[in-house]
């Protein structure tokens, strides 16, 4: 017995501190969250609050502001990963073929990720800005300097969602698009060299080279890849809310709501906001990491 605590006494104090801290901090203040989803406290006051089930939850899918909301998630969602995966592949294949500087390159495709989302959001604020002809600003101005004013639009302020929360995912697509490049790019030279000279020995086009060969091999990476934007996309909240304040219903996503609700005071119904994220959270990580785990036995 006492030699069992001797080997596995002190990696337990090691870890200690830090299961206290996830324990209260992160899984004590969900429970927290969720037990007040579950209660009428909807006002700072203090007033006694009292169970009332999932009553929070019914409310909240059967208001549109909040089905609206997760319209525009979901919009954003996919304008998002979509666009980061096409320009991080672009790049990535173009520096994988060899370029001269790929350096300087890689630093300047990578350098939008160490700008934080409120200063991103708060110069793409400014490039998105909806006036045009005379009064046009940022990316409209330009368009009418070189001559491309067809191109002028009103951005996030005009059209349907998709193009609304298209434009918001812009600026997100551009800070990130650098990131997947970086995966993308590791794992095209992770793969051997004599899968390729074996590929071309057999007669292999360039285009069959990556589409049966090397592609394949980058499968793992791309999941992990689409469940990284996936979640997120759901922290987007800093860079919509600079770039179009916190009462924009034509690009409110769940996260600004939830924001709008606290500073009401509704706890519990901001609450049940958070709580519905954590679920999409789960519905999108937990499969990732089953998956990751099998794999790993199985190997």
């Known amino acids: 017995m006492h030699g069992r605590i001797r080997t596995w006494g002190p990696g337990a104090l090691v ?28 006002s ?11 009553e929070n939850y019914v409310n909240l899918f059967g208001e549109d502001r909040f ?17 980061t995966l096409i320009f991080g592949m672009l790049w990535a294949l173009l520096l994988e073929k060899g370029v001269t500087g790929e350096g300087i390159f890689r630093s300047v495709f990578l350098f939008p990720m160490a700008v934080s989302m409120i200063a991103s959001g708060v110069v793409w604020g400014w490039l998105l800005n909806p006036s045009q002809g005379d009064d046009a600003r940022g990316l409209n101005r330009l368009f009418d300097i070189v001559g491309l004013n067809f ?37 095209f030279r992770g ?11 057999d007669g292999a086009s360039e285009f069959k080279l990556y ?52 500073l009401r005071s509704d706890m519990a119904k901001a609450a049940a906001i958070a709580i519905v994220l954590l679920a999409v959270v789960a519905v999108l990580v937990i499969p990732y990491v089953a998956y990751t785990v099998r794999q790993e036995n199985e190997e």
């Open 151 to 187: 191109l002028e639009n009103a951005w996030w302020t005009a059209g349907n969602r998709w193009t609304t929360m298209a434009s918001i995912a812009l600026p997100a697509v551009w800070q990130l698009s650098g990131y997947i490049m970086a995966l993308f790019l590791a794992g």
């Open 191 to 201: 793969i051997p060299g004599e899968l390729r000279e074996a590929a071309r020995v």
């Open 67 to 83: 089905l609206n909301s997760l319209k525009n998630l979901g919009v954003l969602t996919v304008a998002f990963i979509v666009g």
């Open 211 to 262: 589409r049966h060969v090397l592609f394949p091999q980058l499968s793992p990476i791309a999941l992990s890849a689409l469940i990284i934007l996936g979640h997120m996309s759901l922290k987007l909240f800093d860079l919509i809310y600079a770039i179009t304040g916190p009462n924009q219903f034509r690009t409110e996503v769940p996260s600004v709501y939830m924001w709008n609700t606290l």
């Open 44 to 54: 700072a006051r203090p007033v006694p609050t009292n169970h009332v089930g999932f």
């Open 15 to 42: 870890l200690l501190p830090t299961v206290l801290l996830l324990g209260y901090f992160v899984y004590g203040l969900i429970a927290w969250t969720f037990n007040t989803s579950l209660t009428d406290k909807h």
